[in-house]
């Protein structure tokens, strides 16, 4: 649904109000209080149904009473029966009002005759307790549960009350029910802190004492159970009371929305609609939605709508129509009558994904070892190893002389189907960036990778998270065992440090599991051999100086030594002890001790990769320098002192901004604060003054400030710029190409109304190996030349121009198209005109006799269309392809053609668009977008059916290729015969 933009008042307002209503605020509102959105709704519904109803207010409590019954909580009740006494009734007369049982069926026989005798529309309204009073009390009942008599109680209500009565009556009919299951939900809410109840109950009660035993248990003494069944038609009332409101929305949105019900006709449209859609709503109104838009037939449209309807489950998506070169976004929702629409125009936003798209593989393609501090590798399109860093090399536990070269599912054939290989495929085959954190049991290890494609294959970053998801998983222990000692103790067993108590005295008097499992003792044993006995004796002193100063100080320790385990080995740890004071004394001491042997021995691989990787640094072709947070230099390779032309010891622990002055609001500048800001990698290439160089920058963030690759471009800038010369040139021949291959269509053909369609596979080109040719001939015959040349761009037009040319001089110059072909091709042969081969189809209509005349070279076969039968044709193939076989030979056909029939020609460019080669559209996806009906407004004359399916031939390649750039150049030239 789209979003409405409305004004959200405080709780604060909308309580202030309703006390200015009531004089005090009912405990019904407390729960709301804390969600303003809840609160306004609960409190407009009560104005409306309730403060502003025309129906009498003693009738609306009576009412209210009298269904109170129904609800589980004695709220209602209660509240209700206390507002009666003020309004003139007695205990007596509450009582015997909650004590009348519900209708039954028989009974509201009587009721309706009752109701028969009032007056239509009556200005005063019955008296309470009067017949006609229960009459009403009764037929509202049966409305508010629905019963099987529930429709004639509807129907004569409406008569007798009128459209403003009785549309009140059942909005406040839907108004008791959503306090029932208001109170229902909230049991909080209590009755004895209502203000009426507080006034008005304690005189009602001494009045009569019944009324007290009947609120304890009336639930036990009445019957009639509250009625299951949905009350479809109170809610269709209130609905309609809000009709107007919820038409002046759907016309104010900045949406298209249109309605459709169960038969697939239009019910509404909104401005917006008619505006997207080009149709005023009374052109569209009750008619079907496929017979008014048959081309979305067989497409994502109907799929998603029939599926919405099917399921009754909401659908989004986007579908794009190439013709309009527009994108929607549309979103279906099931209705009990039917779908409700909404779709806008998205072009824009995709224009604006399909750049950063573009951005982002032109990220991608970039140097490997911008990521050097994450492990890194690249593979090949065949799954190869090209590169593996050092930090790679760690992870993985294998060199980079063991696997460069090699597969990696051979190399780790564990991975093979795993989450691993089919994202990296997803990857490759989608174009996208993916991301997967997983288990990999060979390396027993948590690895969280990034992999990117490129147009040499796929770079994939990853790290080792072994700490971060441990980390995770004794946080999720801790939370989940924190609430019991006994949940203490299993935290304090489960973690990975040995953890201890003390007395006051510093006599240890609790072991975790921890140390028992790493001593191989118990904890008598353990005391009667003493803690200190089991630290280093060269640790001993410091370690005893270290516990003296804490219990001096009533403060802290911590303190490294090296502490036996069990078999007699010695590992470091890091122990910390912690008092627990209370007024200045200790009550008892808490200590952990913590192996770090591991940790220290990380510490050094880490350095030691560190070392590697300014290795690295120095020994790239990259132009390398770092910037700390404060824009601090803090490391230059030897490349990067050459290009700036200082020295590092002139910059390191310097601003660069001081440095280099004249960089200062520059756009590299802006870029570098960008990146920084952001945590986004930044890109670009910027010509620096100073230096008269071109520079390609590279900016990376990190934790501590920027990484910063850059490389002198000034050489391939200049190639560049004579390569945008030379394109610049390529594309005004590629102009005066398209226009000389593609002429406009004579303005009157003979017998026909023909629609013609190109489009060049390579955009950059403009043109292509596909042509059409359409020319008088003599007797008011026309030519009709559709082909196709091998290859593409450029050099296959300069082949369609030799082409296209000969045909008509053979054409001309021979008595039959046979002969004219026949010829030709052996001329293409001999003088090796060709660099490849060509398909033709060429025909000659006589509009007189209706006659074509054919030869199809090796060309996808003609389709024609009969208007009487729906029937499909194929004028085949009547010779090789042209251009391979001097001594070939053709022959020609004839075809009679009736008026309306539709004749499409069209090169392989339809037939083999598709996702991929086994999911192509084929002759038999032409055939049936060929059979897509046209519309009473398509089939007014032939010119438009011929534009209807030229339309449906373009948008079918559109869906079969999903969007996609063609694999082919496209041409089509489509007829109709005119009577």
């Known amino acids: 649904m789209p979003q409405i933009a409305r004004t959200v008042r405080s709780s604060e307002q909308i309580s202030a109000e309703i006390v200015q209503t009531f004089g005090f605020l009912p405990p019904f509102y407390e729960p709301a209080l804390p969600m303003p959105q809840v609160l306004e709704n609960l409190w407009q519904q009560t104005v409306l149904a309730y403060v502003d109803s025309p129906l009498p207010a003693l009738f609306l409590e009576r009412l209210n009473v009298y269904l109170s019954r129904f609800c589980v909580a004695p709220h209602c009740m209660v509240s209700h029966s206390s507002a009666l006494w003020p309004l003139g009734m007695t205990a007596r007369q509450v009582l015997a009002l909650l004590e009348t049982p519900p209708p039954l069926e028989a009974d509201l026989e009587g009721h309706l005759d009752i109701l028969g005798t009032l007056p239509l529309h009556p200005t005063d309204f019955p008296a309470p307790d009067s017949p006609q009073e229960q009459a009403l009390i009764a037929c509202a009942t049966a409305l508010f549960l629905a019963d099987a008599q529930s429709e004639r109680c509807r129907e004569r209500l409406a008569q007798v009350l009128g459209p403003t009565l009785f549309n009140s009556l059942t909005l406040y009919l839907t108004y008791i029910e959503t306090c029932h299951t208001w109170v229902e939900t909230h049991p909080e809410i209590s009755c004895e802190v209502d203000r009426r109840v507080l006034d008005n109950l304690g005189p009602l009660l001494a009045e009569d004492p019944a009324l007290a035993e009947l609120f304890r248990s009336y639930q036990e003494k009445v019957a009639t159970q509250r009625s299951q069944a949905v009350k479809r038609r109170v809610a269709d009332a209130a609905l309609q009371a809000a009709q107007a409101q919820t038409e002046h929305l759907l016309e104010s949105i900045a949406e298209g929305f249109i309605a459709v019900d169960t038969d697939w006709c239009f019910t509404y449209l909104n401005s917006e609609a008619e505006r997207i859609l080009a149709r005023p709503k009374e ?3 009750r008619k079907n939605i496929w017979e008014e838009y048959p081309s979305e037939l067989g497409t994502e449209v109907e799929r998603q709508y029939r599926l919405v309807a099917a399921t009754q489950t909401p659908a989004a998506f986007e579908k794009f129509y190439p013709l309009r070169h527009v994108w929607f976004e549309i979103r279906a929702y099931p209705s009990p009558n039917g779908l409700s629409i909404f779709f806008r125009d998205i072009s824009s936003r995709k224009e604006a994904e399909e750049e950063r798209r573009r951005q982002e593989v032109a990220q991608r393609t970039t140097s490997i070892l911008e990521s050097i501090t994450d492990a890194f590798y690249a593979l090949d399109t065949e799954w190869r190893f090209t590169y593996i860093n050092s930090q790679a090399e760690l992870l993985l536990n294998r060199t980079r002389e063991d696997l460069l070269g090699k597969i990696i599912w051979e190399e780790f054939p564990d991975a093979v189907e795993t989450i691993f290989q089919l994202e990296y495929r997803r990857a490759v085959t989608e174009k996208i960036t993916v991301s997967v954190e997983a288990f990999y049991p060979p390396l027993n290890g948590w690895f969280e990778v990034r ?15 072994n700490a971060r998801k441990a980390a995770e998983d004794e946080r999720r222990q801790l939370e989940a065992l924190r609430e019991s000692e006994q949940g203490y103790r299993l935290i304090v067993d489960a973690i990975p440090h040995i953890a201890w108590t003390a007395g006051p005295d510093g006599g240890i008097n609790y072991y975790n599991q921890r140390w028992y499992d790493y001593s191989g003792l118990t904890f008598e044993e353990t005391q009667s051999v003493g803690w200190k006995n089991f630290i280093h004796p060269d640790d001993q002193a410091q370690a005893s100086a270290a516990w003296n100063a804490a219990v001096q100080a009533k403060t802290t320790s911590e303190v490294e030594y090296r502490l036996r385990q069990m078999g007699g080995a010695y590992r470091l740890h890091l122990s910390r002890s912690v008092p627990v004071l209370d007024q200045g004394q200790i009550l008892r001491w808490v200590g952990t001790v913590t192996d770090i042997e591991d940790h220290r021995l990380a510490e050094a691989a880490l350095h030691k990769a560190n070392l590697r990787t300014i290795g690295i640094l120095e020994s790239i072709s990259d132009a390398f320098y770092a910037l700390d947070t404060e824009w601090r230099f803090t490391f230059l390779n030897a490349e990067a002192e050459r290009l700036v032309h200082r020295t590092r010891e002139e910059l390191l622990g310097k601003s660069i901004w001081e440095e280099f002055p004249e960089a200062v609001g520059t756009r590299a500048y802006l870029l570098y604060h960008r990146a920084a800001e952001e945590g986004v990698l930044i890109t670009f290439e910027e010509y620096y003054e100073p230096l008269s160089t071109w520079f390609e920058v590279r900016a990376h963030p990190a934790p501590d400030g920027l990484s910063i690759y850059f490389q002198n471009v000034s050489e391939r800038k200049a190639l560049e710029l004579k390569r945008e010369h030379l394109a610049e040139r390529e594309r005004i021949i590629a102009n005066q190409l398209q226009a000389a291959l593609t002429p406009a269509l004579p303005k009157d053909i003979p017998g026909l109304s023909l629609t013609k369609y190109y489009k060049a596979a390579l955009d950059e080109a403009g043109v292509g190996g596909d042509f059409y040719d359409v020319f008088p001939v003599e007797d008011g015959c026309t030519a009709l030349v559709v082909g196709d040349l091998s290859g593409k761009g450029l050099a296959a037009a300069v082949e369609v121009a030799t082409v296209r040319n000969m045909v008509r001089y053979a054409i001309f110059r021979n008595n039959t198209l046979a002969e004219a072909l026949t010829n030709l091709n052996a001329v ?6 060709l660099t490849g081969f060509a398909t033709l189809f060429v025909g000659v209509y006589g509009h007189i006799e209706h006659v074509l005349t054919y030869v199809n070279c090796g060309q996808e076969p003609g389709l024609i269309l009969r208007a009487d039968t729906g029937a499909i044709e194929h004028l085949m193939p009547t010779g090789p392809v042209l251009g391979v076989v001097k001594s070939a030979v053709y022959t020609e056909r004839k075809v009679t053609l009736s008026t309306r029939d539709v004749l499409a020609l069209f090169t392989d460019g ?39 399916v030229a339309l449906r031939l373009v948008e079918g390649v559109g869906r079969a290729s999903r969007g996609d750039v063609a694999s082919d150049d496209v041409c089509i030239l489509v007829g109709v015969v005119k009577s």
Do not use: W, Y
């Not at 992999?451 to 998270?465: C, L, T, W, Y």
């Not at 293409?828 to 005109?833: G, P």
């Not at 977008?929 to 209807?948: D, F």
């Open 283 to 285: 052109s569209l109104l």
């Open 451 to 465: 992999a990117h494609p490129s147009p040499e294959g796929i770079s994939v970053f990853f790290q080792n998270v």
């Open 828 to 833: 293409l042969v001999e003088q090796k005109l």
């Open 910 to 948: 339809i037939t083999e668009c598709g996702i991929n080669r086994q999911k192509m559209l084929g002759i038999d996806g032409v055939e049936a977008l060929l059979k897509l009906p046209c519309t009473p407004q398509e089939s007014a004359t032939t010119e438009l059916i011929s534009e209807a």
